[in-house]
């Protein structure tokens, strides 16, 4: 309960679009891993009915007999009631019970799952489009931080889970981020695989948090891990369902360059969890850190754009020549080229692959180089320094130099 009293001092900006859908006489299901906040989040709206799938003893009232659901929500009587359902994806049933109760208009939903695998197991799930919001909980944004003591080493050594992040002591964090990693990915994760070779998944979970954030090379994983092509896509495909990886596809379309990267990369969804699971201690050479960063800035644009209701998505760009940009933001049918640089000191030489990129691009017009700096730089006529803290800015478009 105290912890749960501590996060509601957190405003999530996603809360702002739930409330909009709910007033609308919209259900909602919420989908984002374990610890970002969603029953918090949920639990701050009345409801008529909260069943917590993740209780054991919820869990198996429901499973024994799926329509009880039906019945206790018939025999509510007065305005349309709402009903939450946490980790609905638990007891799959339920999800035809809800749909049939949105269709007749009898309750309104808050849903919220951990798995979209579990969901459409057996197909895609169909809830209703256009009755039912699908919305994303991620870790915390930058913009929902901003009263709380961190620094960007902290971001990309402990992420920023909100427990995580509200959490004072290091030895803490350390310990907690470590549980998570031992119950939720190797344990969970691994079991919701359903795999044959156990351990083989669990050397792939090992190698993905190293592999975090690098341009996919299927063959070379199926090697170390000893598993076939085919199957470690299918392993990727597992973290990106269960909501532990981003997949973010390269932009290979060009007029002129034909030798363009069309291999995706994979984000763990945390960089605390990446850490962990990866293996790694606290003391990152300085070397790694622009790695990190890089990612860092990857997770934080695709969070930004899960806020906003305009359609936008995460692509990167490289040649086999070296020509690379490490983000490419595609919103309105405009490319907005961002650069990444663990430099406080960024020289025009630091933009010349942003600078290709607007030539190659009718569609693109300015681009941006994230650093450490504390106040943006013009670095030439199209192209900004930012301060990472102002990486939001790029999705809005108001940069002034």
Avoid at 347 to 361: G, M, S
Wanted: net charge neutral.
């Amino acid at each position: 309960m105290q912890e749960i009293l501590k996060m509601t001092l957190i405003f999530r900006q996603i809360e702002e679009r739930v409330k909009k859908a709910l007033n609308r006489k919209k259900s909602i299901l919420l989908l984002g891993p374990r610890q970002t906040g969603k029953t918090t989040l949920v639990k701050s709206f009345h409801a008529d009915l909260y069943i917590n799938l993740a209780r054991p003893a919820d869990r198996q009232v429901y499973e024994k007999d799926p329509g009880r659901l039906t019945r206790e929500v018939e025999a509510m009587t007065g305005k349309t009631p709402l009903v939450i359902i946490d980790e609905i994806q638990k007891v799959r049933p339920l999800l035809d019970a809800a749909q049939d109760l949105i269709d007749s208009q009898t309750a309104q939903f808050m849903l919220t799952g951990s798995s979209a695998r579990k969901l459409r197991r057996d197909g895609e799930a169909n809830l209703l489009p256009g009755r039912v919001v699908a919305l994303r909980m991620d870790p915390l944004l930058i913009d929902e931080m901003t009263h709380l003591p961190y620094s960007l080493e902290e971001l990309l050594l402990y992420g920023s889970l909100p427990e995580i992040t509200l959490e004072k002591s290091i030895e803490n964090r350390e310990e907690d981020l470590f549980s998570y990693v031992t119950t939720y990915l190797e344990e969970e994760i691994r079991a919701e695989a359903l795999v044959r070779n156990i351990g083989a998944f669990g050397n792939f979970l090992d190698l993905a948090a190293l592999e975090s954030g690098l341009i996919s090379n299927f063959h070379k994983l199926s090697q170390d891990v000893g598993v076939s092509s085919p199957t470690i896509g299918e392993y990727y495909q597992i973290l990106v369902d269960c909501l532990v990886a981003e997949r973010v596809e390269p932009l290979s379309l060009s007029r002129t360059r034909k030798k363009l990267v069309k291999s995706p990369k994979f984000l763990i969804y945390d960089l605390g969890v990446r850490r962990i699971a990866a293996g790694e201690g606290r003391d990152i050479p300085d070397k790694y850190m622009g790695n990190l960063f890089e990612q860092w800035v990857g997770l934080e644009l695709l969070r930004q754009m899960r806020t906003a209701p305009i359609k936008s998505s995460l692509m990167f760009w490289r040649d086999s020549s070296g020509a690379e940009v490490d983000w490419v933001v595609e919103k309105t049918n405009q490319y907005i080229p961002v650069e990444v640089k663990w430099t406080e000191n960024p020289q025009a030489r630091d933009a010349r692959h942003i600078q290709t990129f607007l030539n190659e691009y009718k569609n693109s017009s300015h681009g941006y180089l994230i650093c450490r700096i504390p106040r943006a730089q013009k670095l030439a006529p199209n192209v900004t320094a930012l301060p990472w803290q102002e990486l939001p800015k790029v999705l809005e478009g108001v940069v002034k130099s």
